[in-house]
C-alpha cells in the first residue's frame, strides 16, 4: 500500500485571469497561446493594463494535482510560496481540494508568483509569468517519504528554469526509483522545449523519466520537425509511455509498438484552454494509479480536459469523480 497515488512538483503560481483581444496581445508584445517568463517590473506594468480579473491558485502541477484529488485519488504536492497574501491564498486553495501540501513558505521576498493569464475570443490563453518565490524551490523541499509513498512523481518542465529545482527533481527520481516507484512529466509550453531539449531528451532517455505529457506543438518541437508521424515514433522509442494531446482531435497514448487513439469529449462551449494539459495529466494518471487499461487513462484524461476548458480558470469546479461515473468510466 501506498500513502498517495500521485505526487507533483511544480511552481507554486496564483492565476490572474482577465478576458482581451488580439490587439491587446499585440500593443503589449505578449507572445499568444505561449507562457512567457516575466520580470517583476513587467509583472506591474501588465496588471495595470489588465480588465477586470479573476484569481485562482493554478500552477501546472498544482492543478494536476487538484485534478488528482477531484478525481478521489491522493493526491501531494511540493511548491514554493512566499509568506505574503498570494502564498497564503495559494495554500488554502490547494490543501481545501484535498492535497497533502507541506512545503515551508520562503520569507516575505521574492513574492509569491504570479501569472497575468489574457485569454481572447477563442479561448486561447497567454500567460505572463513571474516566478518570485518559484525560484527558492531547492532539494532541501524534498519529503523523502512522500515520494517513497507516491505511485508517480510527476513534475512540469517549467521547473527547469529556476536551477535549484532541476536537483530537487533529481532527488525525487533517486527516491522515487529506490522504492520502485515512477517518474513523469510535462513538456509544459514548445518554447520550454526549445530552451531545455537536449536536458529533456537526456531525462527521457537516461530512464530518469518514465512517463512523458506533450501536445502536438511541443513533441514537433522536441524533435524538431515538421512530421507529426515522425515524432510520435520518436518519443514511443525514448520512454516507457508517452501520451500526446491533440486538442480537438483528442490524444494518443504510446507504449512500445502500441497505440491507442482517444476522442476528445463534446463541449458545449470553449471558454478558456487554461489548464487543459494539466487535467489531461489528472485524469490520465488518476486511471493510471488505479491500475487501469492506457486507454481507459487517456479517457479519463480527455473527460478532465475536456470539463475544465468549459470553464474560467484551471481548477475543475465540479467534481471529477462524479463527472466519471456519469460518463461511465469510475
Not at 20 to 45: H, S
Not at 276 to 292: E, I, K, M
Request: proline fraction near 3%.
Amino acid at each position: 500500500m501506498t500513502k498517495f497515488d500521485v505526487l507533483t512538483v511544480g511552481n507554486a503560481i496564483v492565476d490572474i485571469i482577465a478576458r482581451c483581444d488580439d490587439q491587446f496581445l499585440i500593443d503589449n508584445k505578449i507572445t499568444k497561446a505561449a507562457m512567457n517568463l516575466i520580470d517583476a517590473e513587467r509583472a506591474e506594468l501588465l496588471y495595470a493594463h489588465m480588465g477586470p480579473a479573476v484569481e485562482a491558485s493554478g500552477g501546472s502541477a498544482g492543478n494536476t494535482a487538484a485534478g488528482v484529488a477531484s478525481f478521489g485519488g491522493k493526491a501531494a504536492y511540493f511548491g514554493k510560496v512566499a509568506e505574503d497574501q498570494l502564498g497564503e491564498i495559494f495554500a488554502h486553495d490547494i490543501r481545501a481540494q484535498g492535497v497533502h501540501y507541506q512545503t515551508q513558505p520562503k520569507g516575505t521576498f521574492p513574492p509569491t508568483a504570479r501569472s497575468m493569464i489574457f485569454v481572447t475570443d477563442d479561448g486561447e490563453r497567454s500567460m505572463n509569468t513571474y516566478l518570485g518565490a518559484c525560484v527558492e524551490l531547492g532539494p532541501e523541499d524534498v519529503e523523502a517519504d512522500v515520494v517513497a509513498e507516491s505511485k508517480v512523481t510527476y513534475f512540469e518542465g517549467y521547473l527547469w528554469d529556476p536551477p535549484r529545482a532541476k536537483e530537487a527533481i533529481r532527488e525525487c527520481a533517486r527516491i522515487a526509483h529506490e522504492n520502485g516507484r515512477e517518474m513523469s512529466m510535462t513538456l509544459s509550453d514548445s518554447f520550454c522545449v526549445d530552451r531545455y531539449r537536449g536536458e529533456f531528451l537526456d531525462l527521457m532517455r537516461s530512464g530518469t523519466v518514465d512517463i512523458v505529457f506533450a501536445n502536438r506543438q511541443e513533441v514537433l518541437a522536441l524533435y524538431e520537425t515538421d512530421d507529426f508521424e515522425a515524432a510520435l515514433n520518436s518519443i514511443a522509442k525514448d520512454c516507457k509511455i508517452a501520451a500526446v494531446t491533440m486538442s480537438e482531435h483528442g490524444a494518443v497514448i504510446l507504449k512500445d509498438t502500441e497505440r491507442f487513439y482517444v476522442d476528445a469529449i463534446k463541449i458545449r462551449e470553449l471558454v478558456d484552454t487554461t489548464g487543459a494539459g494539466d487535467l489531461f495529466a489528472s485524469g490520465f494518471l488518476y486511471g493510471y494509479t488505479q491500475g487501469r487499461t492506457l486507454e481507459d487513462c487517456g479517457k479519463l484524461g480527455c473527460l478532465a480536459a475536456g470539463i475544465v476548458i468549459q470553464q474560467i480558470g484551471p481548477r475543475p469546479m465540479k467534481s471529477l469523480a462524479e463527472a466519471g461515473k456519469q460518463a461511465g468510466l469510475t
